[in-house]
């Protein structure tokens, strides 16, 4: 069923995703921005996507956020896309463009489902995990993936939860337009899919924004392993704590992750991550939100783990020495640099 879609605040992720579903031609896709040079490039040149799955442009409906007001048609579905922190404004602002049944799906890093159901209603809110899409706009219209397809090697990129829990026709129609780009299922398990998420965003990407290394780059250095490592172990141990179905963190059970103090077992994933650097030496978002000098979503991402951590009361030293030193980065107290990998060795190890 063709269905009128809004995208607000295409950056990577959203940008990605609406050349794909105009490229497919089933829905009726329109852009909603706020940087003003991505909005008039893509009116004036349409929106090109480039990279693992190819390389084409499309003409775009794209709007300024100063345009939205003239909206007379409402939409089904908001795709909200924004950085973490812009999603309680952007979700009041695309309200109004969507009809009383229309849903809002949050394709976004960290978990801001509650922050968006709490604003439109629980029976409206899906959240869609985009895992493994590692996607850039470096300028304005284009945007580049990097990562290898999933589907290439059996990994399922798109995941697409109700808030409420239940696998719906709603979810499945809207993983099977995501099946256009890359493979796609509905799932019944948000939270766990979110926490996966989360956790392989804070093994990952406040050191590589920190350091502004790439990820081939941090494979091939072991203090940097050791680090996510422990990242990781300690989102695990929390996303257990709290009782949630975690599903695969990078390919590995989250009960795995949450036993990496065993020898045996951080030889093991010692051994996975040297050999994980992927296709290209790839910045996480957060890396490229600090290189293009904007704030890094290092508070929803690391800070919630801390946060949901004292909750559980699973101490988690690794995550908050990575958040004082993003803060540091974020406020432009310190530059990025390798040698911040070094800040962090030191606040933990001494
Ligand atoms: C995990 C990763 C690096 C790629 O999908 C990502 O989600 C990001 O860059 O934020």
């Known amino acids: 069923m063709a269905d009128r879609i809004v995208i607000m605040g295409p950056g990577a992720v959203g940008s990605y995703v609406g050349a794909f579903l105009v490229q497919a031609g089933e829905d009726d896709i329109t852009f909603i921005d706020m940087w003003p040079e991505h909005v008039e ?16 442009t499309v003409p775009v409906n ?6 939205a007001q003239n909206i007379t048609e409402p939409f089904d579905y908001a795709f909200i896309t924004v950085k973490s922190y812009d999603t309680e404004w952007a979700t009041h602002f695309v309200k109004r463009y969507v009809k009383d049944d229309g849903a809002f799906v949050s394709i976004q890093n960290c978990w ?133 179905r975690v599903v ?20 093991e994933l010692d051994g996975k991550l040297s050999e994980a650097g992927g296709r290209v030496n790839w910045l996480a978002s957060m890396a490229q939100d600090v290189h293009k000098r904007r704030k890094s979503e290092v508070d929803f991402m690391n800070g919630l783990i801390c946060e949901k951590g004292r909750e559980t009361g699973v101490a988690t030293p690794y995550h908050d020495a990575i958040v004082e030193a993003m803060r540091l980065v974020d406020s432009k107290a310190i530059a990025p640099g390798p040698e911040n990998v070094d800040r962090v060795v030191r606040a933990i190890e001494g």
């Not at 695969?248 to 077992?265: C, K, L």
Request: aromatic share 6%; with cysteine.
């Open 248 to 267: 695969e963190i990078n390919g590995t059970p989250a009960e795995f992750w949450a036993d990496a103090d065993r020898g045996d077992v951080f030889e």
């Open 41 to 56: 490039k893509m009116r004036a040149e349409g929106l090109r996507a480039s990279g693992s799955q190819g390389d084409f």
């Open 112 to 244: 801001n489902d509650p922050t968006i159901a709490n604003i439109v209603g629980e029976d409206r809110q899906l959240g869609c995990i985009a895992s493994h899409i590692e996607v850039a706009l470096w300028e304005p219209a284009h945007v580049n993936r990097g990562g290898a397809p999933g589907r290439d090697h059996g990994h399922t990129v798109f995941r697409v939860g109700e808030y409420t829990g239940a696998i719906t026709p709603r979810s499945e129609a809207l993983a099977a337009k995501l099946d256009h780009i890359d493979a796609a299922y509905a799932t019944d398990n948000l939270p766990g899919e979110r926490w996966a998420k989360l956790c392989q965003n804070g093994m990952g990407n406040a050191i590589s924004a920190m350091s502004q290394l790439g990820s081939q780059e941090m494979a091939g250095d072991d203090r940097i392993r050791r680090i996510r490592i422990n990242l990781a172990k300690e989102g695990a141990q929390v996303g257990l704590a709290q009782g949630l």
């Open 62 to 67: 794209a709007m300024h956020l100063t345009d």
